[in-house]
């Protein structure tokens, strides 16, 4: 870690051409990378991103951030990169996440924002070059659950019957994911990734993994997000206006808005398995245990959708069942 904030400095400072500037932490995340406010003598600010080439692939960043800014979407300006070194040197979209600023009063502003650019994202995104979500990583990503958060995590030893629903209900998750109209899909499109900004609100942070997939993915990402929870009525409300909106912008049509709510509840039921499952492996595997928090309410949703579809009963019982010994440890 040391070395390479030493190695970080010196890029800074000898190629990139900055002197007398100060490095503080920003922020961490879920992956290596690491972040750092850059403060320069006149009291300008950059962001700098610390991202091993031995664990993460900025490329991927850049070639997309240079995308997703021609589309007019406010992700991070590109100021300086050294990519065989995996150092980044970016805007600053400040330190004011969505998770910050929402409440009853500023969500329907915040997230309406947020909708027009998913809308822009899902219409005229990037397509060429970004792999499929298919049935081999949706089931990947679900397969967490069963090994990281019942297994390792909890120790808990299921049932047969209950490694068989796990199955059935996996089968069902997927059919439903790939059954959806395919678009660009950022993957972690929530509040801790949406900077609140002066203008041209949201700022977008870490879309690195984009996939071609289920257009239901980055809503319920937003709108049932794993850090903050929101009643039904105005989800469903949300869900809504997103859907008048793809209508308009030729994402979707007409004839789905029948089946629009299902494909994203059980979009959701897919994504907050694979959430507890990462949230766990966090812990266990990396040391991590900050986000052990955060399992309750991402599992709360499939409890919820287990009881307003039949189909999910069993799997919601299972969650509750987990929510509660997440809750008493």
């Given at each position: ?94 330190s004011r996440h969505y998770l910050d600023a929402l409440n009853d009063q500023s969500a329907d502003r915040l997230y309406g924002d ?24 949706l089931l990947q990503e679900m397969a967490l659950f069963r090994a990281w958060l019942v297994g390792r995590h909890l120790g808990l ?7 068989r629903m796990l199955d059935e209900v996996f089968e069902l998750l997927v059919g439903n994911a790939l059954e959806q109209p395919r ?147």
């Amino acid at each position: 870690m040391a070395e390479r904030l030493g190695a970080l400095r010196g890029w800074l400072r000898d190629e990139v051409g900055l002197e007398g500037f100060e490095l503080e932490p920003a922020s961490g995340d879920a992956s290596f990378r690491r972040y750092f406010r850059v403060t320069l003598p006149d009291g300008t600010t950059a962001m700098a991103m610390d991202a091993p080439p031995e664990q993460e692939v900025s490329a991927s960043f850049v070639a997309l951030d240079r995308q997703l800014a021609r589309l007019g979407l406010h992700v991070p300006a590109l100021r300086a990169e050294q990519l065989e070194q995996g150092f980044l040197l970016l805007e600053d979209l400040g330190s004011r996440h969505y998770l910050d600023a929402l409440n009853d009063q500023s969500a329907d502003r915040l997230y309406g924002d947020a909708l027009g650019a998913l809308v822009t994202v899902q219409a005229l995104g990037p397509r060429d070059g970004l792999p499929p979500y298919d049935r081999a990583l949706l089931l990947q990503e679900m397969a967490l659950f069963r090994a990281w958060l019942v297994g390792r995590h909890l120790g808990l030893e299921l049932t047969t019957e209950e490694h068989r629903m796990l199955d059935e209900v996996f089968e069902l998750l997927v059919g439903n994911a790939l059954e959806q109209p395919r678009v660009c899909v950022l993957r972690d499109f929530h509040s801790r990734n949406l900077m609140v900004t002066a203008t041209h609100n949201p700022g977008i942070l870490d879309f690195q993994d984009a996939v071609i997939g289920p257009v239901t993915y980055d809503l319920v990402s937003l709108l049932k997000d794993c850090y903050i929870r929101w009643p039904r009525e105005r989800v469903e409300a949300w869900v809504a206006g997103y859907f008048q909106l793809a209508l308009q912008s030729g994402v979707l049509p007409e004839q789905h808005e029948r089946q629009f709510l299902r494909w994203f509840d059980l979009m959701g039921v897919q994504r907050h398995l694979k959430a507890a499952g990462i949230f766990a492996r966090l812990k266990v595997r990396d040391g991590k245990g900050g986000y052990l928090g955060d399992i309750p309410r991402t599992l709360g949703y499939v409890v919820e959708m287990g009881r307003l579809y039949p189909e999910l009963a069993a799997l919601g019982a299972l969650c509750e069942k987990i929510v509660d010994d997440c809750s008493g440890q």
